[in-house]
């Protein structure tokens, strides 16, 4: 089945086309800066790359000019767009409704709805790509996945943070987690690559990209991640702070006479990486900088793998032992520096980087890169082939 793949964000969606059967990208693209100045369309086919510059008003558009390039005679992957067997979407938050994927049917799309106050920037948006989606194929069955989903299995002990219960009960506020779709797909496959049942298995998946987080993952299941009630708690990340005393923003809001959004803003997207270095919120700056002896970019990257080092503390002992530790996303698969920084010390743990194996794993290939007892595996992730497995698993059972 030729699945389609949507990730559809505020002002963008990005696709793919994969036929599951063969695990086989067939096309994928970009569709940038849509109701805004510059709209356009990256496509990549069978011939190869194409841009085209068009004016781009909204999500409907967008789809209609994605499907129109999928059918393309030269750079198209199918004959004629009723040739997709089905739609995958990406969904940001599931809240407590949903722990896996499920057929979108119009209740779904009001559960969705109804979790907006819980992602109010992703939610809407993942929502207008799915009515775009179902207006420009109509009849054709379509998947929520979300990134949610993977984290219901948390305890409560977990999730739940030491503010007045009522708080829980009435507005939900409580951890969540997100990276869902990354962090089962690297626990699977790193599985896999160790020849052992997942169900065995106590690991600890770290998604190292622009956003980061880690998830303890004992025998399949998320019993803890880093990342909470929003993307901005745990890791830091290129522009979020992370774990913060809850009494800085108060203090800045009282301080410097910020109003909440302006602290909102200043902890998403001034802080993190580029927060600390001033330099970049771009990993691959950071070292650049730190190499040339720039103390703050070298701050920066301590800072970075000592949070990363912590967690891993933290989740062995959640789950009581490790047995493999996984890096993916840009940085987990193509920092060694970062990961050997992170494992310092930790040979306690039964942790040790093997060097050799950790400077030649890189750009998007998958091995071992440890010598001690914990595994320490390397797995590109793929959420996409994710989402357009589980599409296809729901609408086969139809
Ligand atoms: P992602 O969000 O998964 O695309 O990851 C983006 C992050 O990966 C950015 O901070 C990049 O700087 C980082 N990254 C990509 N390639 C490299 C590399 N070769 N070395 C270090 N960091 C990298």
């Not at 040790?352 to 010598?371: F, V």
Request: charged share 25%.
């Amino acid at each position: 089945m030729k699945v389609l793949v949507l990730n559809s964000g505020s002002s963008s969606v990005k696709y793919q086309v994969i036929e599951v059967e063969g695990e086989k990208v067939l096309a994928k693209g970009l569709v940038e800066r849509i109701g805004l100045e510059g709209s356009r369309l990256k496509h990549r086919g069978a011939q190869g790359e194409i841009v085209v510059e068009e004016e781009i008003k909204n999500h409907s558009e967008a789809i209609e000019l994605i499907l129109k390039y999928l059918s393309h005679p030269e750079y198209g992957a199918v004959k004629e767009p009723d040739e997709i067997g089905a739609v995958g979407h990406r969904v940001v938050h599931g809240g407590e409704k949903f722990s896996g994927s499920v057929l979108i049917t119009d209740e779904v799309i009001q559960s969705i709805r109804e979790c907006i106050p819980l992602a109010p920037l992703h939610n809407p948006a993942n929502l207008a790509g799915i009515l775009a989606a179902q207006e420009k194929l109509p009849g054709k069955p379509m998947v929520a996945v979300f990134d949610t989903a993977f984290h219901q299995t948390m305890p409560p002990h977990s999730y739940m943070y030491a503010i007045p219960y009522h708080i829980y009960q009435e507005r939900r506020v409580r951890r969540y987690g997100f990276h869902g779709t990354s962090h089962r797909y690297v626990s699977a496959r790193a599985a896999s690559i160790l020849g052992r049942p997942l169900q065995e298995l106590k690991m600890i998946t770290a998604h190292l990209g622009n956003g980061a987080s880690m998830c303890a993952v004992k025998e399949g299941k998320s019993v803890d991640t880093t990342m909470g009630y929003t993307p901005l708690e745990g890791l830091y990340m290129g522009t979020r702070c992370g774990d913060l005393d809850p009494a800085v923003p108060l203090a800045l809001q009282n301080q410097l006479r910020l109003t909440p959004q302006e602290v909102d803003h200043l902890l998403n997207k001034k802080s993190g990486m580029l927060g600390v270095s001033g330099i970049s919120s771009d990993m691959r700056d950071l070292e650049e900088a730190a190499e040339k002896g720039n103390p703050r970019a070298e701050l920066a990257l301590r800072m970075y793998a000592y949070k990363v080092k912590k967690y891993i503390g933290a989740y062995a002992a959640a789950m009581g032992g490790l047995d493999a530790l996984v890096f993916t996303a840009g940085i987990g698969e193509n920092s060694p520096l970062i990961r050997e920084w992170s494992c310092e010390g930790l040979e306690f743990l039964g942790i040790e980087i093997d060097d050799e194996l950790n400077r030649a794993t890189i750009r998007g290939k998958e091995g071992i890169i440890s010598k001690g007892k914990v595994k320490v595996l390397v797995v590109p992730t793929n959420e996409e082939l994710v989402i357009a497995r589980d599409t296809m698993e729901i609408v086969s059972r139809l």
